[in-house]
Nanobody
Framework: QLRPVESGGGLVQPGGSLRLSCAAS????????????VGWFRQAPGKEREALSC???????KYVDSVKGRFTISRDNAKNTVYLQMNSLKPEDTAVYYC?????????????????WGKGTLVTVSS
């Protein structure tokens, strides 16, 4: 069964950068991640899951205001992977980061619009 798998989290100092990856696991030939829009979300302790960015199957991107100019979403179809480049990280960016898939277009920001989720990768921004 197709499901996304996140990687790339870790500990970084304030002002630093990380690149998260979202790859497809378990897909069969002819059914790659490339067919889906992929969204990135995060959830900090005690807070609700927050949408960050989405990239459609055609490569169109959208961001929430809180990460515009700092985070960049991209996809490498040859590697069947979606990335989230995070720069100028702040302590408040500390959270578990998730990627999720939906149909080919991004649409709204609601988590309920995404149907397959990864297990998340922890990002800690601290000195």
């Amino acid at each position: 069964q197709l499901r996304p798998v996140e990687s790339g989290g870790g500990l970084v100092q304030p002002g630093g950068s990380l690149r998260l990856s979202c790859a497809a696991s378990g897909f069969t030939s002819g059914f790659p991640l490339n067919y889906y829009a992929v969204g990135w979300f995060r959830q900090a302790p005690g807070k609700e899951r927050e949408a960050l960015s989405c990239i459609s199957s055609s490569g169109s991107t959208k961001y929430v205001d809180s990460v515009k100019g700092r985070f960049t979403i991209s996809r490498d179809n040859a590697k069947n992977t979606v990335y989230l480049q995070m720069n100028s990280l702040k302590p408040e960016d500390t959270a578990v980061y998730y990627c999720a898939t939906r149909g080919p277009s991004c649409g709204g920001w609601g988590p309920e619009e995404y149907d397959k989720w990864g297990k998340g990768t922890l990002v800690t921004v601290s000195s």
